[in-house]
């Protein structure tokens, strides 16, 4: 839930620290510190708040001499967003700084012990008993320390540690959490995300679970858990460092809403190839395609509502059961998956602990594993049978955007790609140019809606907003909402509009919100006959109709538009508006858009 760097080389290590930590700010973080090591000793600056403050203290870290050090960012779990609290934590005898990505569960049992062995405790934190471990096992080998130390450990953890005896060395231990190395010219880092490195290198090492490195400014050595040395595939970051940038935009969020077309291309169009899609990567499975009886898509938040999504276009074209599950409840549910079970993991960072738990539990029930992510190298990646990357380039702001819309792009290219090769397909011809015309019709949709502000600023001082819809209209509603809740603030439901009359009616009252989503021709009467409904009870309505329907003009209050498609796929469309929505109306109410209190981009622990 928060971010770390390391740095050895030729070059101050302070600054160096510092913009990487600045790379990494929208994971989400409360806190900030840097541990530099100089002349045999180490210094350690931490503050509470922002990375800037760091700045001003340490004189963007020319008040820091050292060429070695780690850096951190905190999302407070256990203990308060306090200095005290702040990483990286020294040992007892000042030998050791610690910084710490996850969580250690037997945290509580360690340090009851280590304060019978004597150690005291500065902090309230889990990752203090980490370095007290390495001092207590330290007898002049810091491999050997961590080795004995991860051992002792119950949880997730990436750690970077520097040892004021081993001058010029960093190291790095994985359990669990993303971790990456960077290789450079005479220097070399670590980081939890490639963003903090790609002003210094292209050239990255991805660490998998119980490994751990030793780094030195010419030099990388990777470890098993045991100690033996291996050997990595040095991978090659390829998109463009100014992709990571703002660009002019006031906000991340809006650039990479405005990203979003061309993002959506990138992911669609390299997959169609002679007007049938096709996906390389998924050859072994195809055979296997006629054995599945059922599809599961499990995933968390953004990431869970894409696959609510296109559960309607792989049960439609497919004709194979289909359920969505969120992960944190799948990974304890006791799933009937078996190995006819086709589970689709979705996660845009490939680092979702919850995620990454439900697919070990169902590959250990024989399920055939297909991972839908944007992080190439990355924990879910690496386990799942499969791989299909949504190619979204880097997502900056904690809130998703481009990262959902090209899920859900993936997840129509597999129903088309799956009901095609099982010869369940008609009219495969049109979906394939549905497909091709998704870029073009989310432009349209941003172009089309230049009343999304002043509508920001008619509803951002609501108490509550409703979403409702029904069907495809529905999964829609529910990222909508999550949208507007994540970066606004403001309490945001979205409900399946046939279950109003059901009990949520009673929350309608005289001029409150419904943004009513009526993209789904099928249902277009009856989600009609809801929004008089509401209006009925003093509700406003906002509905979001198809460019065309003119039976919605005369029922709403306010409108948004997309442009006419094929309702199977409207989804992907039908979302950006509601982007636009949720960010003007944060924007209205003074938010900190791209980094939302409380929340983190990639949520690693549990």
């Known amino acids: 839930m928060c971010g770390i760097v390391g740095f050895t080389g030729r070059q101050s290590a302070a600054p160096v620290l510092l913009d990487g930590l600045k790379k990494l700010e929208y994971r989400g973080y409360d806190s900030a510190g840097i541990a530099v090591m100089d002349n045999g000793t180490i210094s350690v600056n ?340 499969y791989t299909v990357y949504t190619r979204a380039g880097p997502e900056i702001a904690v809130a998703t955007t481009k990262g959902y819309t090209t899920q859900i792009a993936v997840l129509y290219m597999l129903a088309v790609f799956f009901a095609e090769r099982l010869g369940r397909l008609d009219d495969a011809p049109e979906l394939v140019e549905e497909l091709q015309a998704l870029p073009r019709r989310i432009q349209q949709a941003i172009d089309m809606n230049p009343s999304v502000p002043a509508l920001a600023r008619k509803y951002h001082e609501s108490r509550a907003l409703f979403f409702i819809g029904r069907n495809t209209d529905y999964a829609v509603a529910l990222e909508g909402a999550l949208k507007m809740k994540e970066i606004s603030y403001i309490h945001a439901e979205a409900y399946a509009a046939g279950e109003l009359k059901h009990g949520t009616i009673a929350l309608i009252e005289e001029h409150c919100p419904v943004i009513a989503l009526c993209c789904n021709p099928s249902v277009m009467e009856k989600t009609l006959s809801n929004i008089v409904e509401v209006k009925s009870r003093g509700a406003e309505v906002l509905a979001l109709p198809f460019r065309d329907n003119r039976r919605i003009l005369s029922a709403a209050d306010d409108l948004l538009f997309i442009p006419d498609a094929d309702a199977l796929f409207s989804p992907v469309i039908e979302i950006v508006p509601l982007q636009l929505l949720a960010y003007y109306v944060a924007k209205a109410n003074g938010c900190d858009i791209d980094k939302p209190k409380n929340l983190a981009k990639s949520v690693t622990v549990e």
């Open 46 to 385: 931490k503050v509470r708040g922002r990375i800037a403050s760091l700045c001003e203290k340490t004189g963007d870290g020319a008040s820091v001499p050292g060429f070695t050090g780690i850096g951190h960012t905190r999302w407070a779990t256990h203990g308060a967003p306090t200095e005290e609290n702040a990483h990286p934590h020294l040992s007892n005898d000042g030998r050791f700084a610690v910084v710490h990505n996850g969580i250690i569960e037997n945290y509580i049992v360690l340090r009851e012990e280590l304060i019978r062995d004597g150690y005291r405790f500065q902090s309230e934190t889990d990752t203090e008993v980490i370095v007290h471990l390495i001092e207590m096992y330290y007898a002049g080998n810091v491999r050997d320390a961590l080795i004995k130390t991860a051992n002792r450990l119950r949880g997730s953890y990436a750690l970077g540690v520097i040892c004021s005896e081993e001058p010029g060395k960093i190291y790095a231990v994985r359990e669990a959490s993303p971790l990456i190395l960077g290789i450079g010219m005479d220097e070399n880092f670590f980081a939890s995300d490639v963003t903090a490195l790609v002003n210094h290198t292209r050239n990255v090492v991805y660490l998998e679970d119980g490994e751990f490195a030793e780094l030195s400014g010419n030099d990388i050595r990777i470890f098993d858990c045991s100690g033996r040395e291996i050997s990595k595939k040095v991978s090659r970051i390829t998109w463009d460092v100014q992709a990571a940038e703002k660009g002019g935009y006031d906000h991340f969020m809006l650039k990479e809403i405005m990203e979003q077309p061309a993002a959506v291309r990138a992911t669609v169009a390299p997959r169609i190839k002679d007007g049938k899609v096709d996906f390389e990567e998924l050859a072994g499975l195809v055979p296997e395609l006629p054995d599945v009886s059922k599809i599961v898509i499990t995933a968390c938040g953004s990431a869970y509502y894409a696959g609510c999504a296109g559960k309607y276009a792989l049960e439609r074209l497919c004709r194979i059961p289909v359920e969505t599950q969120l992960a944190s409840e799948l990974r304890y549910s006791d799933p009937l998956i078996d190995s006819r079970t086709l589970l689709i993991v979705i996660s845009q960072s490939g680092e979702t602990a919850d995620t990454i738990a439900a697919l070990r539990e169902c590959r250990a029930r024989g399920a055939k594993t297909l991972a839908v992510v944007n992080v190439v190298g990355s924990s879910v990646a690496s386990l799942a049978d």
